[in-house]
C-alpha cells in the first residue's frame, strides 16, 4: 500500500517518519508567529524563482522586514541581498550549518541562543533532501519547515508538491500574515 504523499524525486525513499502536510499557509504564519528565534535559510536558487515581489530574495527580504525571522543565505546568494540594501543577512555554507544545527547548545549565527525552527526556502531539492535527512536523525531537539514548492518528506512540516501559482500564492500569504501581526 503506498502513501498518499509521495516524494517529489522519483525514487527517494524516507522511511516511516515523515513531514507533516501543511494544508494552510497561516499554519506557517502562526508557528513563526509563536516561535521565539526561527532562522530562515534561503538557497543559491533564490534569485532564479519568480514570485508574486519579483524573486525569492525580494521575498525573503520582505518576511525578514516582519522581524520575526533572521535570514542566513548560502553560496554567493548573500551577495545578492546586500545588492538589494539588504544587509542583515548572515552567510553560511549550507552542509556546515546543518551540522552546528544538530547541536542543541550551539547559540545560533548570532551568538543569542538556539533557534526553535529553521525554515529551508530555495535550494535544490536534493541538497535540501540532505540536509533535512541529517537533521531529522541527529536534531530531534529542532523542527523543520521546507517551504518549496515540493514535499520534502525529511523536514517536520512541508507543503505538498504544488504549482508554481499555488506555491507563490502560499509564500505571499505566509508573509503578509506576519506583516499584519507585527
Given amino acids: 500500500?503506498?502513501?498518499?504523499?509521495?516524494?517529489?524525486?522519483?525514487?527517494?525513499?524516507?522511511?516511516?517518519?515523515?513531514?507533516?502536510?501543511?494544508?494552510?499557509?497561516?499554519?506557517?504564519?502562526?508557528?513563526?508567529?509563536?516561535?521565539?528565534?526561527?532562522?530562515?535559510?534561503?538557497?543559491?536558487?533564490?534569485?532564479?524563482?519568480?514570485?508574486?515581489?519579483?524573486?525569492?530574495?525580494?521575498?525573503m527580504i520582505r518576511l525578514s522586514k516582519t522581524g520575526k525571522v533572521q535570514l542566513a543565505a548560502t553560496g554567493h546568494l548573500a551577495g545578492e541581498f546586500v545588492r538589494r540594501g539588504f544587509n542583515e543577512i548572515r552567510s553560511t555554507p549550507l552542509f556546515n550549518l546543518g551540522d552546528r544545527l544538530r547541536d542543541p547548545a550551539w547559540k545560533g549565527l548570532d551568538g543569542?541562543?538556539?533557534?526553535?525552527?529553521?525554515?529551508?526556502?530555495?535550494?535544490?531539492?536534493?541538497?535540501?533532501?540532505?540536509?533535512?535527512s541529517g537533521l531529522k536523525h541527529f536534531a530531534s531537539h529542532l523542527r523543520t519547515i521546507s517551504l518549496g514548492q515540493f514535499y520534502q518528506p525529511h523536514s517536520s512540516f512541508?507543503?505538498?508538491?504544488?504549482?508554481?501559482?499555488?506555491?507563490?500564492?502560499?509564500?505571499?500569504?505566509?508573509?503578509?500574515?506576519?506583516?499584519v501581526n507585527v
Avoid at 525554515?119 to 540536509?131: D, R, S
Avoid at 512541508?158 to 506583516?179: M, R, V
Fill in 1 to 59: 500500500m503506498s502513501s498518499p504523499v509521495q516524494s517529489w524525486q522519483t525514487a527517494e525513499i524516507p522511511g516511516p517518519k515523515r513531514a507533516f502536510v501543511i494544508s494552510k499557509p497561516d499554519v506557517v504564519s502562526a508557528m513563526i508567529g509563536k516561535t521565539g528565534r526561527v532562522l530562515v535559510v534561503v538557497g543559491s536558487d533564490a534569485g532564479k524563482i519568480k514570485t508574486k515581489d519579483g524573486d525569492l530574495v525580494d521575498s
Fill in 158 to 179: 512541508s507543503f505538498l508538491n504544488s504549482s508554481s501559482e499555488e506555491w507563490t500564492g502560499y509564500l505571499d500569504k505566509i508573509i503578509h500574515d506576519l506583516e
Fill in 112 to 132: 543569542e541562543g538556539p533557534y526553535g525552527l529553521v525554515i529551508f526556502v530555495g535550494f535544490l531539492y536534493y541538497y535540501e533532501w540532505l540536509v533535512l
